[in-house]
Protein backbone atom coordinates (compact mmCIF):
# COMPACT_ATOMS: atom_id res chain seq x y z
CA UNK A 1 0.00 0.00 0.00
CA UNK A 2 1.48 3.64 -1.07
CA UNK A 3 1.37 4.75 2.50
CA UNK A 4 1.98 8.49 4.03
CA UNK A 5 5.31 8.34 4.46
CA UNK A 6 6.29 7.65 0.75
CA UNK A 7 4.23 10.97 0.35
CA UNK A 8 5.57 12.84 2.72
CA UNK A 9 9.01 11.60 2.84
CA UNK A 10 10.24 15.03 1.10
CA UNK A 11 8.91 17.07 3.66
CA UNK A 12 10.41 16.27 6.86
CA UNK A 13 13.29 18.90 5.86
CA UNK A 14 9.85 21.68 5.62
CA UNK A 15 9.10 20.60 9.31
CA UNK A 16 9.37 20.14 12.88
CA UNK A 17 8.22 18.02 15.32
CA UNK A 18 5.64 15.43 15.43
CA UNK A 19 2.13 16.00 16.25
CA UNK A 20 1.84 19.79 16.49
CA UNK A 21 -0.65 21.80 18.11
CA UNK A 22 -3.02 23.74 15.87
CA UNK A 23 -1.02 27.50 16.91
CA UNK A 24 2.28 25.17 16.34
CA UNK A 25 1.41 24.00 13.26
CA UNK A 26 0.52 27.36 11.95
CA UNK A 27 3.89 28.85 12.97
CA UNK A 28 5.59 26.50 10.42
CA UNK A 29 6.62 28.93 7.92
CA UNK A 30 5.62 26.53 4.86
CA UNK A 31 2.24 26.02 6.55
CA UNK A 32 1.67 29.62 7.45
CA UNK A 33 2.03 30.54 3.34
CA UNK A 34 -0.14 27.42 2.54
CA UNK A 35 -2.76 28.12 4.85
CA UNK A 36 -2.54 31.90 3.36
CA UNK A 37 -3.06 31.10 -0.02
CA UNK A 38 -6.35 29.09 0.54
CA UNK A 39 -7.53 31.46 2.67
CA UNK A 40 -7.34 33.67 -0.46
CA UNK A 41 -8.58 31.01 -2.54
CA UNK A 42 -11.78 30.26 -1.02
CA UNK A 43 -12.47 34.03 0.28
CA UNK A 44 -12.26 35.29 -3.36
CA UNK A 45 -14.59 32.37 -4.14
CA UNK A 46 -17.32 32.81 -1.71
CA UNK A 47 -17.24 36.39 -2.43
CA UNK A 48 -17.87 36.05 -6.00
CA UNK A 49 -20.12 32.68 -6.12
CA UNK A 50 -22.53 34.07 -2.97
CA UNK A 51 -22.87 37.29 -3.89
CA UNK A 52 -23.80 36.26 -7.66
CA UNK A 53 -26.69 34.18 -6.01
CA UNK A 54 -27.47 37.15 -3.75
CA UNK A 55 -27.74 39.49 -6.62
CA UNK A 56 -29.95 37.20 -8.43
CA UNK A 57 -32.01 36.30 -5.11
CA UNK A 58 -33.15 39.85 -4.67
CA UNK A 59 -33.41 40.14 -8.23
CA UNK A 60 -36.51 37.69 -7.46
CA UNK A 61 -34.86 35.24 -9.73
CA UNK A 62 -36.37 31.81 -9.34
CA UNK A 63 -34.79 28.69 -7.47
CA UNK A 64 -33.98 27.37 -10.75
CA UNK A 65 -32.10 30.03 -11.85
CA UNK A 66 -29.61 29.94 -8.81
CA UNK A 67 -29.18 26.63 -9.42
CA UNK A 68 -27.92 26.93 -13.25
CA UNK A 69 -25.38 29.43 -11.97
CA UNK A 70 -24.08 26.99 -9.43
CA UNK A 71 -24.56 24.18 -11.55
CA UNK A 72 -22.35 25.84 -13.83
CA UNK A 73 -19.24 25.82 -11.33
CA UNK A 74 -20.12 21.68 -10.64
CA UNK A 75 -20.36 20.95 -14.62
CA UNK A 76 -16.92 22.94 -15.32
CA UNK A 77 -15.40 20.77 -12.42
CA UNK A 78 -16.96 17.49 -13.61
CA UNK A 79 -15.42 18.05 -16.86
CA UNK A 80 -11.81 19.29 -15.77
CA UNK A 81 -10.94 17.71 -12.67
CA UNK A 82 -8.77 14.44 -13.30
CA UNK A 83 -7.17 17.04 -16.34
CA UNK A 84 -6.69 19.89 -13.38
CA UNK A 85 -5.46 16.79 -11.37
CA UNK A 86 -2.89 15.95 -13.88
CA UNK A 87 -1.71 18.87 -14.66
CA UNK A 88 -0.74 20.07 -11.17
CA UNK A 89 1.09 16.74 -11.15
CA UNK A 90 2.89 18.03 -13.65
CA UNK A 91 3.93 21.49 -12.12
CA UNK A 92 5.26 22.45 -9.16
CA UNK A 93 2.51 23.19 -6.69
CA UNK A 94 4.08 27.18 -6.56
CA UNK A 95 3.68 27.37 -10.23
CA UNK A 96 0.07 26.20 -10.66
CA UNK A 97 -1.47 28.28 -7.99
CA UNK A 98 -0.13 31.22 -8.91
CA UNK A 99 -1.19 30.90 -12.92
CA UNK A 100 -4.50 29.51 -11.44
CA UNK A 101 -5.01 32.60 -9.03
CA UNK A 102 -4.06 35.23 -11.76
CA UNK A 103 -6.45 33.45 -14.27
CA UNK A 104 -9.34 33.95 -12.21
CA UNK A 105 -8.94 37.79 -11.70
CA UNK A 106 -8.56 38.12 -15.32
CA UNK A 107 -12.14 36.86 -15.57
CA UNK A 108 -13.23 38.18 -13.01
CA UNK A 109 -12.54 41.71 -14.29
CA UNK A 110 -12.97 40.95 -18.08
CA UNK A 111 -16.50 39.14 -18.09
CA UNK A 112 -18.27 41.94 -16.31
CA UNK A 113 -16.37 44.43 -19.14
CA UNK A 114 -17.17 42.36 -21.84
CA UNK A 115 -20.47 41.24 -21.13
CA UNK A 116 -22.05 42.33 -17.85
CA UNK A 117 -23.94 40.71 -15.35
CA UNK A 118 -26.89 38.66 -16.69
CA UNK A 119 -27.90 35.21 -16.05
CA UNK A 120 -25.82 33.68 -18.91
CA UNK A 121 -22.83 35.98 -18.02
CA UNK A 122 -22.26 34.55 -14.38
CA UNK A 123 -23.14 31.57 -15.83
CA UNK A 124 -19.79 31.89 -18.10
CA UNK A 125 -17.69 33.28 -15.15
CA UNK A 126 -18.98 30.86 -12.68
CA UNK A 127 -17.96 28.13 -15.62
CA UNK A 128 -14.33 29.38 -16.12
CA UNK A 129 -13.66 30.64 -12.77
CA UNK A 130 -14.08 26.94 -11.53
CA UNK A 131 -12.89 25.28 -14.93
CA UNK A 132 -9.57 26.69 -13.44
CA UNK A 133 -10.13 26.09 -9.70
CA UNK A 134 -9.65 22.48 -11.11
CA UNK A 135 -6.18 23.32 -10.74
CA UNK A 136 -5.87 24.97 -7.83
CA UNK A 137 -8.12 22.44 -5.19
CA UNK A 138 -5.24 19.65 -5.73
CA UNK A 139 -2.41 21.62 -6.24
CA UNK A 140 -3.46 23.38 -2.41
CA UNK A 141 -4.49 19.68 -1.35
CA UNK A 142 -1.15 18.41 -2.32
CA UNK A 143 1.10 20.74 -1.05
CA UNK A 144 -0.15 19.66 2.85
CA UNK A 145 2.08 16.46 1.82
CA UNK A 146 5.02 18.80 1.02
CA UNK A 147 4.68 21.22 4.36
CA UNK A 148 4.21 18.63 6.95
CA UNK A 149 5.55 15.22 8.05
CA UNK A 150 3.41 12.15 8.05
CA UNK A 151 2.37 12.59 11.88
CA UNK A 152 1.53 16.11 11.43
CA UNK A 153 -0.63 15.41 8.55
CA UNK A 154 -4.07 15.44 10.49
CA UNK A 155 -3.24 18.75 12.07
CA UNK A 156 -1.80 20.35 9.29
CA UNK A 157 -4.79 19.51 7.24
CA UNK A 158 -7.46 21.02 9.52
CA UNK A 159 -5.26 23.92 10.47
CA UNK A 160 -5.36 24.72 6.47
CA UNK A 161 -8.91 23.63 6.28
CA UNK A 162 -9.99 25.67 9.10
CA UNK A 163 -8.40 29.19 7.61
CA UNK A 164 -9.92 28.38 4.51
CA UNK A 165 -13.16 27.70 5.76
CA UNK A 166 -13.10 30.80 7.85
CA UNK A 167 -12.18 33.10 4.51
CA UNK A 168 -14.91 31.28 2.86
CA UNK A 169 -17.84 32.27 5.94
CA UNK A 170 -15.92 35.64 5.99
CA UNK A 171 -16.49 36.21 2.32
CA UNK A 172 -20.47 34.99 2.20
CA UNK A 173 -21.28 36.28 5.82
CA UNK A 174 -19.77 39.85 5.50
CA UNK A 175 -17.93 40.36 2.40
CA UNK A 176 -20.89 39.36 -0.35
CA UNK A 177 -24.15 40.91 1.51
CA UNK A 178 -22.48 44.17 2.86
CA UNK A 179 -21.34 44.88 -0.97
CA UNK A 180 -24.58 43.88 -2.76
CA UNK A 181 -26.54 45.97 -0.30
CA UNK A 182 -24.50 48.85 -0.50
CA UNK A 183 -22.83 48.86 -3.75
CA UNK A 184 -23.36 45.90 -6.65
CA UNK A 185 -22.50 42.72 -8.32
CA UNK A 186 -19.85 44.46 -10.51
CA UNK A 187 -17.95 45.66 -7.44
CA UNK A 188 -18.11 42.18 -5.78
CA UNK A 189 -16.94 40.97 -8.87
CA UNK A 190 -14.09 43.70 -9.04
CA UNK A 191 -13.22 42.67 -4.96
CA UNK A 192 -12.98 38.87 -5.71
CA UNK A 193 -10.32 39.49 -8.50
CA UNK A 194 -8.08 42.08 -5.60
CA UNK A 195 -8.70 38.71 -3.38
CA UNK A 196 -6.90 36.59 -6.20
CA UNK A 197 -4.22 38.54 -6.81
CA UNK A 198 -3.56 38.87 -3.09
CA UNK A 199 -3.21 34.90 -3.30
CA UNK A 200 -1.09 34.80 -6.07
CA UNK A 201 1.48 37.29 -4.30
CA UNK A 202 1.62 35.11 -0.79
CA UNK A 203 1.94 32.07 -3.19
CA UNK A 204 4.89 33.56 -4.49
CA UNK A 205 6.59 32.92 -1.13
CA UNK A 206 5.56 28.82 -1.05
CA UNK A 207 8.77 26.78 -1.52
CA UNK A 208 9.36 25.03 -4.99
CA UNK A 209 10.49 21.49 -3.83
CA UNK A 210 9.14 19.69 -6.73
CA UNK A 211 10.95 19.58 -10.05
CA UNK A 212 7.85 20.97 -12.34
CA UNK A 213 8.11 21.23 -16.59
CA UNK A 214 7.14 24.86 -17.85
CA UNK A 215 3.76 25.52 -17.97
CA UNK A 216 3.12 25.26 -22.00
CA UNK A 217 4.73 21.96 -22.08
CA UNK A 218 2.56 20.62 -19.09
CA UNK A 219 -0.53 22.01 -20.77
CA UNK A 220 0.69 20.19 -23.66
CA UNK A 221 1.29 16.77 -21.76
CA UNK A 222 -2.42 16.51 -20.84
CA UNK A 223 -5.11 14.15 -22.38
CA UNK A 224 -7.43 17.09 -22.43
CA UNK A 225 -10.57 14.72 -23.75
CA UNK A 226 -13.15 14.43 -20.98
CA UNK A 227 -12.87 10.78 -19.96
CA UNK A 228 -14.75 11.36 -16.17
CA UNK A 229 -17.69 11.62 -18.49
CA UNK A 230 -17.13 8.33 -19.41
CA UNK A 231 -19.44 5.84 -16.83
CA UNK A 232 -17.05 3.06 -18.12
CA UNK A 233 -14.04 5.27 -17.66
CA UNK A 234 -15.52 5.64 -13.78
CA UNK A 235 -16.64 1.96 -13.34
CA UNK A 236 -12.95 0.51 -14.25
CA UNK A 237 -11.69 3.09 -11.90
CA UNK A 238 -13.79 2.36 -8.85
CA UNK A 239 -13.43 -1.00 -9.15
CA UNK A 240 -9.54 -0.89 -9.17
CA UNK A 241 -9.42 1.15 -6.75
CA UNK A 242 -11.89 0.44 -4.21
CA UNK A 243 -10.63 1.47 -1.17
CA UNK A 244 -10.14 5.21 -2.58
CA UNK A 245 -12.82 5.44 -4.70
CA UNK A 246 -15.46 4.41 -1.87
CA UNK A 247 -14.06 7.02 0.66
CA UNK A 248 -14.11 9.36 -2.14
CA UNK A 249 -17.77 8.83 -2.84
CA UNK A 250 -18.61 8.61 0.63
CA UNK A 251 -17.18 11.89 1.17
CA UNK A 252 -18.80 13.40 -2.09
CA UNK A 253 -22.25 12.65 -0.76
CA UNK A 254 -21.78 15.07 2.34
CA UNK A 255 -19.79 17.64 0.03
CA UNK A 256 -23.14 17.12 -2.45
CA UNK A 257 -25.71 17.52 0.26
CA UNK A 258 -24.07 20.82 1.70
CA UNK A 259 -23.85 22.20 -1.65
CA UNK A 260 -27.28 21.62 -2.39
CA UNK A 261 -28.00 23.45 0.91
CA UNK A 262 -26.15 26.22 0.71
CA UNK A 263 -28.11 26.68 -3.21
CA UNK A 264 -31.22 26.55 -1.39
CA UNK A 265 -30.90 28.44 1.16
CA UNK A 266 -31.65 31.81 -0.09
CA UNK A 267 -34.77 30.78 -1.25
CA UNK A 268 -35.40 28.59 1.52
CA UNK A 269 -34.83 31.71 3.76
CA UNK A 270 -37.23 34.03 1.34
CA UNK A 271 -39.95 31.87 0.97
CA UNK A 272 -40.15 29.20 4.59
CA UNK A 273 -38.46 31.58 7.13
CA UNK A 274 -39.73 35.12 5.48
CA UNK A 275 -36.81 37.11 5.90
CA UNK A 276 -34.23 38.93 3.38
CA UNK A 277 -31.94 36.46 1.55
CA UNK A 278 -29.18 38.70 2.26
CA UNK A 279 -29.71 38.22 5.96
CA UNK A 280 -29.22 34.57 5.40
CA UNK A 281 -25.60 34.38 6.23
CA UNK A 282 -26.68 36.13 9.95
CA UNK A 283 -29.48 33.36 10.62
CA UNK A 284 -26.93 30.99 10.03
CA UNK A 285 -23.80 32.22 11.70
CA UNK A 286 -24.12 29.76 14.56
CA UNK A 287 -22.85 27.11 11.70
CA UNK A 288 -20.10 28.57 12.77
CA UNK A 289 -20.08 26.60 16.44
CA UNK A 290 -20.50 23.60 14.68
CA UNK A 291 -17.88 24.47 12.35
CA UNK A 292 -14.91 24.96 15.14
CA UNK A 293 -16.65 21.71 16.96
CA UNK A 294 -15.66 20.08 13.92
CA UNK A 295 -12.07 21.94 13.35
CA UNK A 296 -11.00 21.06 16.88
CA UNK A 297 -12.66 17.72 17.20
CA UNK A 298 -11.84 15.50 13.84
CA UNK A 299 -7.92 15.35 14.11
CA UNK A 300 -8.47 13.54 17.73
CA UNK A 301 -11.65 11.60 15.98
CA UNK A 302 -9.63 10.37 13.06
CA UNK A 303 -7.23 8.86 15.75
CA UNK A 304 -9.89 7.24 17.68
CA UNK A 305 -12.34 5.79 14.99
CA UNK A 306 -10.29 6.45 12.12
CA UNK A 307 -10.87 8.33 8.51
CA UNK A 308 -13.51 6.36 7.09
CA UNK A 309 -15.47 5.74 10.02
CA UNK A 310 -15.34 9.73 10.45
CA UNK A 311 -16.86 10.28 7.20
CA UNK A 312 -19.90 7.85 8.32
CA UNK A 313 -20.78 9.49 11.00
CA UNK A 314 -21.17 13.00 9.38
CA UNK A 315 -22.68 11.68 6.40
CA UNK A 316 -25.28 10.70 9.33
CA UNK A 317 -25.09 13.59 10.86
CA UNK A 318 -25.72 15.87 7.84
CA UNK A 319 -28.36 13.44 6.47
CA UNK A 320 -30.28 13.95 9.63
CA UNK A 321 -30.06 17.88 9.47
CA UNK A 322 -31.52 18.04 6.42
CA UNK A 323 -34.14 16.37 7.45
CA UNK A 324 -35.06 18.69 10.26
CA UNK A 325 -35.10 21.70 7.86
CA UNK A 326 -37.76 20.39 5.67
CA UNK A 327 -39.31 19.73 9.33
CA UNK A 328 -39.13 22.91 10.39
CA UNK A 329 -42.33 24.02 11.27
CA UNK A 330 -43.64 20.61 13.43
CA UNK A 331 -39.99 21.42 15.32
CA UNK A 332 -39.58 24.80 15.32
CA UNK A 333 -41.34 24.89 18.96
CA UNK A 334 -39.26 22.56 20.12
CA UNK A 335 -35.96 23.74 18.79
CA UNK A 336 -36.28 27.23 19.14
CA UNK A 337 -35.48 27.52 23.07
CA UNK A 338 -32.11 26.24 22.39
CA UNK A 339 -30.69 28.31 19.45
CA UNK A 340 -27.85 30.81 20.54
CA UNK A 341 -29.42 33.37 18.11
CA UNK A 342 -31.98 34.15 21.30
CA UNK A 343 -29.32 35.95 22.83
CA UNK A 344 -30.07 38.75 20.26
CA UNK A 345 -33.41 39.01 21.43
CA UNK A 346 -32.17 40.54 24.99
CA UNK A 347 -31.46 43.48 22.87
CA UNK A 348 -35.01 46.03 23.29
CA UNK A 349 -37.41 45.72 20.60
CA UNK A 350 -35.53 42.70 18.63
CA UNK A 351 -37.86 39.52 18.34
CA UNK A 352 -37.23 36.80 16.09
CA UNK A 353 -39.46 33.70 14.88
CA UNK A 354 -39.27 29.97 16.07
CA UNK A 355 -38.63 29.07 12.58
CA UNK A 356 -35.54 31.01 12.25
CA UNK A 357 -34.43 30.07 15.68
CA UNK A 358 -34.65 26.33 15.34
CA UNK A 359 -33.14 26.92 11.96
CA UNK A 360 -29.75 28.71 13.19
CA UNK A 361 -29.58 25.69 15.53
CA UNK A 362 -29.87 22.74 13.35
CA UNK A 363 -27.24 24.66 11.02
CA UNK A 364 -24.92 24.00 13.69
CA UNK A 365 -24.34 19.72 13.71
CA UNK A 366 -24.95 20.47 9.81
CA UNK A 367 -21.53 22.61 9.25
CA UNK A 368 -19.87 20.03 12.12
CA UNK A 369 -20.44 16.80 9.52
CA UNK A 370 -19.53 18.95 6.60
CA UNK A 371 -16.13 19.92 8.23
CA UNK A 372 -15.37 16.64 9.72
CA UNK A 373 -15.88 14.75 6.20
CA UNK A 374 -13.90 17.83 4.42
CA UNK A 375 -10.63 16.80 6.68
CA UNK A 376 -11.25 12.66 7.06
CA UNK A 377 -11.37 12.65 2.94
CA UNK A 378 -7.92 14.62 2.49
CA UNK A 379 -6.13 12.81 5.50
CA UNK A 380 -7.08 9.44 4.15
CA UNK A 381 -5.73 10.25 0.57
CA UNK A 382 -2.42 12.43 1.79
CA UNK A 383 -1.49 9.20 4.06
CA UNK A 384 -2.23 6.27 1.54
CA UNK A 385 -1.11 7.51 -2.36
CA UNK A 386 2.24 8.99 -3.25
CA UNK A 387 3.00 12.45 -3.53
CA UNK A 388 3.36 12.33 -7.81
CA UNK A 389 -0.01 11.17 -7.51
CA UNK A 390 -2.03 13.06 -5.16
CA UNK A 391 -3.07 15.73 -7.72
CA UNK A 392 -4.70 13.17 -10.28
CA UNK A 393 -6.26 11.65 -7.31
CA UNK A 394 -7.72 15.00 -5.77
CA UNK A 395 -8.71 15.97 -9.64
CA UNK A 396 -11.02 12.69 -9.31
CA UNK A 397 -12.13 13.76 -5.90
CA UNK A 398 -13.16 16.73 -7.22
CA UNK A 399 -14.54 14.97 -9.94
CA UNK A 400 -16.64 12.73 -8.49
CA UNK A 401 -17.68 15.62 -6.00
CA UNK A 402 -19.30 17.97 -8.13
CA UNK A 403 -20.75 14.95 -10.40
CA UNK A 404 -22.80 14.07 -7.55
CA UNK A 405 -23.50 18.32 -6.67
CA UNK A 406 -24.52 18.67 -10.23
CA UNK A 407 -27.03 16.55 -9.98
CA UNK A 408 -28.12 17.34 -6.60
CA UNK A 409 -28.04 20.97 -7.46
CA UNK A 410 -29.83 20.58 -10.79
CA UNK A 411 -32.73 17.81 -9.20
CA UNK A 412 -33.60 19.31 -6.31
CA UNK A 413 -33.05 22.85 -7.28
CA UNK A 414 -36.25 21.53 -9.78
CA UNK A 415 -38.05 19.76 -7.36
CA UNK A 416 -37.81 22.83 -4.99
CA UNK A 417 -39.19 25.22 -7.90
CA UNK A 418 -42.40 22.90 -7.89
CA UNK A 419 -43.10 21.88 -5.07
CA UNK A 420 -40.95 24.29 -2.54
CA UNK A 421 -37.59 23.95 -0.48
CA UNK A 422 -39.19 22.09 2.56
CA UNK A 423 -40.04 19.02 1.21
CA UNK A 424 -36.51 18.80 -1.06
CA UNK A 425 -35.15 18.71 2.58
CA UNK A 426 -36.81 15.99 3.67
CA UNK A 427 -35.52 13.22 0.22
CA UNK A 428 -32.38 15.23 -0.59
CA UNK A 429 -30.37 12.85 1.63
CA UNK A 430 -32.16 9.56 0.17
CA UNK A 431 -31.88 11.01 -3.24
CA UNK A 432 -27.95 11.35 -3.06
CA UNK A 433 -27.06 8.42 -1.06
CA UNK A 434 -29.45 6.06 -3.70
CA UNK A 435 -27.13 7.77 -6.48
CA UNK A 436 -24.22 6.62 -5.48
CA UNK A 437 -25.33 2.87 -4.65
CA UNK A 438 -26.78 3.07 -7.87
CA UNK A 439 -23.39 3.61 -9.26
CA UNK A 440 -21.49 1.19 -6.91
CA UNK A 441 -24.04 -0.82 -8.56
CA UNK A 442 -23.96 -0.57 -12.46
CA UNK A 443 -19.98 -0.21 -12.01
CA UNK A 444 -19.64 -3.64 -10.91
CA UNK A 445 -22.48 -5.32 -13.37
CA UNK A 446 -20.43 -3.33 -16.19
CA UNK A 447 -16.72 -3.98 -15.12
CA UNK A 448 -17.80 -8.26 -15.34
CA UNK A 449 -17.05 -8.61 -11.84
CA UNK A 450 -19.57 -10.63 -9.82
CA UNK A 451 -22.21 -8.11 -9.36
CA UNK A 452 -23.10 -6.66 -5.88
CA UNK A 453 -26.39 -5.61 -4.13
CA UNK A 454 -27.67 -2.43 -2.95
CA UNK A 455 -26.93 -3.55 0.20
CA UNK A 456 -23.84 -4.44 -0.36
CA UNK A 457 -22.79 -1.56 -2.15
CA UNK A 458 -24.02 0.74 0.61
CA UNK A 459 -21.67 -1.28 2.93
CA UNK A 460 -19.04 -0.50 0.62
CA UNK A 461 -18.90 3.09 1.76
CA UNK A 462 -18.49 2.35 5.20
CA UNK A 463 -16.37 -1.00 5.28
CA UNK A 464 -12.92 0.37 6.34
CA UNK A 465 -11.39 -3.29 6.01
CA UNK A 466 -10.02 -2.83 2.50
CA UNK A 467 -7.97 0.34 3.92
CA UNK A 468 -5.71 -1.96 5.11
CA UNK A 469 -4.87 -5.09 2.81
CA UNK A 470 -5.62 -3.17 -0.69
CA UNK A 471 -2.50 -2.17 -2.71
CA UNK A 472 -3.67 1.48 -3.87
CA UNK A 473 -1.80 3.70 -6.23
CA UNK A 474 -4.83 6.64 -5.71
CA UNK A 475 -4.15 7.23 -9.82
Sequence with gaps: MATGESSTSDSSTSAVGDAPSF???????????LAASRAASRLAGAVVSY??????????????EISVIAAATYAAALAFGIQGGTLSDSLSKRIALIVGY???????????????????????????????????????????????????????????????????????AVVAPVLIKHTGINTVLAVGAVIYLVGASRTLKLPQFEQSIGVRDAVRSVDWKPTALSFKWQANWIINHRSIATMILAGGIVTALFEAFNTLIP?????????????????????????????????????????RRLNMIALSIMSVSLMLFGLI??????????????????IPGVSINDKVL??????????????????????????????????????????????LTLFAVVVLG????????KVVFLIAPIVVVSMVILLLEHSYRTSGDTPVTYRQAFDMLSDSQDDQVQNEDGR
Design 329 to 346: DIIAPFLAPFSPMRVFEL
Design 51 to 64: GAMVYLARQDASQF
Design 102 to 172: LCQASLCLLVPFFWGTSVGALMFLMFMTSAINQLITPSLKSAVAIVSTPAQLATVTTVVTVIGSIASAVGS
Design 414 to 421: GIATLIGP
Design 23 to 33: RQALKLPGVNI
Design 358 to 403: AASLIALPANFGSTASTVSVQVFVNRRVPLAQQGSTFGLQEVNENA
Design 267 to 307: VYVRDVLNADPANAVYIFAPAGIGFLIGTLATPKLISLVGE
